[in-house]
């Protein structure tokens, strides 16, 4: 399943904890600022739970699963392609 997760951080300059228990989360992308694209077998909860150890009291986590149906431009070399090899479908499906 596809997940945008949006966050917006203010207590700590860097998170690199945060940044590895993003990428642990499955294949991901990070083209814009503040958002990661995830491709994971967690729900959206799930993978709310699994960050919000690794940020401030201040800082906000919002996780949303999305399809197939999706647009982008200046997205860079190669997106597009990457996002084409993504699993959308829940393990349901």
Do not use: C
Not at 10 to 15: D, H, I, L, Q, T
Not at 23 to 35: I, M, P, Q, V
Request: net charge positive; charged share 25%; no cysteine.
């Amino acid at each position: 399943m596809m997940y945008l997760v949006v966050l917006e951080l203010s207590a700590r300059p860097e998170y690199p904890e945060l940044e590895r228990a993003l990428k642990a989360l499955g294949n991901w992308s990070n083209r814009t600022k503040g958002a990661w694209i995830v491709e994971s077998r967690f729900t959206a909860s799930q993978i709310r739970d699994l960050l919000k150890p690794h940020v401030g009291a201040e800082d906000r986590i919002f996780v949303a699963r999305f399809t197939k149906n999706w647009a982008g431009t200046g997205m860079g070399q190669g997106f597009q392609e990457w996002m084409n090899r993504r699993n959308f479908d829940s393990p349901n499906s």
